[in-house]
């Protein structure tokens, strides 16, 4: 019984691990894809150049907090959601 419950809580954690790789991954996907999809102009204007993009959603993605650990709260208070690709891009002007 013992390592049927060790075996089942390894399987939750890889499971865990490999869907907050999925997710990691399809919001990178997405971020490229809304950044490549704006103009020269636009991304001119949001101080950023064609070839910086994956540098610059790589370098965001990698200072954002799991979705787990947002909805955790901490000392009985639960911590606020960070902004999105959009919201970062509002901040910029």
């Keep these: 019984m013992r390592n049927s419950n060790h075996f089942t809580s390894a399987l939750r954690?890889?499971?865990?691990?490999a869907w907050a790789r999925w997710q990691y991954h399809r919001r990178r996907a997405?971020?490229?894809?809304?950044?490549?999809g704006l103009d020269n102009r636009a991304l001119r204007d949001i101080g950023l150049e064609r070839s910086q993009i994956r540098a610059m959603v790589?370098?965001?993605?990698?200072g954002?907090?799991?979705r787990t650990e947002v909805e955790q709260p901490w000392r009985g208070h639960p911590l606020p959601r960070r902004p999105?690709?959009?919201?970062?891009?509002?901040?910029?002007g």
């Excluded at 954690?13 to 691990?17: I, P």
């Excluded at 997405?30 to 490549?36: H, S, V």
């Excluded at 999105?84 to 910029?92: D, F, I, N, V, Y």
Aim: no cysteine; charged share 25%.
């Design 64 to 66: 954002e907090t799991t």
């Design 13 to 17: 954690m890889r499971l865990g691990h």
């Design 30 to 36: 997405a971020a490229i894809r809304e950044l490549q």
């Design 84 to 92: 999105g690709l959009p919201g970062r891009l509002a901040e910029l």
């Design 58 to 62: 790589e370098a965001m993605l990698a």
